[in-house]
């Protein structure tokens, strides 16, 4: 428990940071992260808070929505970045995961939809990919490391490695090894704060850029 409060409090630093540069500047120089941000904690802390008051809630369709959210912000992410085919592409993969979760499974139960999961993971190492693509294809001056979008594209790409692993046998763990279960568990949250720590050097990137 105590690693997902850690989580959950740092989630606060990039979303501060965030908040700080839409003010000095636009939210619109940062691609609205901080919408994506602010939704995600308010998402966790809910979720955290509910579980508090009773452990046996599920809190299945709201994360069914908040994946389906995260797929339409990444796309509106990408869109502004991608060009020619990769675009096309990303919005194909957009089009076939929205699909997928709305036909294919339950995304209105309250219980965990495994299938969601998976799918939110390939949208974000299809499109997290597609960008390492192009970035290779339309080689530039600057180093890679200085545009915002490889850390955040990096941040999907390890978050997704790790969640398909951790949501394909959730279900079989749950019954059989929740011990195991439990250590996937604290190992999300500790991938987490990698995530959002790299969201925040993402943000000093964007500061760097505005302040050229």
Known sequence: ?????????????????????????????????????????????????????????????QYHLYFIFCILFFHFFYSYRFKYLFKKI??????????????FTNFLENDFDKKIGIAITLFYIIVSM???????????????????????????LMWSCFFIFRVTPMFFFAKNDN?????????????????YSMFYISLIKYEKQVNL
């Open 90 to 103: 990303s919005t194909g993969v957009t089009i076939l995961s929205l699909s997928y979760i709305f036909f």
């Open 130 to 156: 597609l960008w390492f693509c192009q970035k290779i294809t339309f080689f530039d001056e600057y180093r890679i490391t200085d545009d915002p979008t490889f850390w955040i594209s990096t941040a999907l």
């Open 1 to 61: 428990m105590l690693i997902g409060i850690i989580y959950k409090i740092i989630l606060l630093v990039p979303l501060v940071k965030s908040f700080y540069l839409g003010r000095r500047s636009s939210f619109s120089a940062q691609n609205y992260i901080f919408i994506y941000l602010l939704l995600t904690l308010v998402n966790e802390w809910s979720s955290f808070i509910r579980n508090q008051l009773n452990p046996d809630v599920k809190v299945g369709i």
């Open 179 to 195: 011990e195991f279960l439990q250590f996937l568990k604290v190992g999300q949250n500790i991938i987490n704060i990698i995530m």
